[in-house]
Nanobody, 114 residues
């Protein structure tokens, strides 16, 4: 069974930073766009950021300038560096494969609160 293994969530104060990581099987990682979605309580899942195999990235307007997505092709891992976190960033964050995701991680909780 194919799995995406996420890590790095937690509790952080407003203005703080967190880095999420997601490791994928090489056969999946090498050939696909990788991304992050999030789902806040009572809201629909939304795309946060994507990065292509070649390294081109795209962001939701709500996170552009604060979040950075990157991928390490040697480690088959995608990262989401989140800076200047706000309470409205509180959500479960999911690692995804593809622009219209065909594979999802189990999710990691990010809570931004004082």
């Amino acid at each position: 069974q194919v799995r995406l293994v996420e890590s790095g969530g937690g509790l952080v104060q407003p203005g703080g930073s967190l880095r999420l990581s997601c490791a994928a099987p090489g056969s999946i990682f090498r050939n696909n766009v990788m991304g992050w979605y999030r789902q806040a309580p009572g809201k629909q899942r939304e795309s946060v950021a994507t990065v292509t195999v070649g390294g081109s990235s795209n962001y939701a307007d709500s996170v552009r300038g604060r979040f950075t997505i990157s991928r390490d092709n040697a480690k088959n891992t995608v990262y989401l560096q989140m800076n200047s976190l706000k309470p409205e960033d509180t959500a479960v964050y999911y690692c995804t494969v593809g622009f219209s995701p065909s594979l999802w991680g189990q999710g990691t909780q990010v809570t931004v609160s004082s």
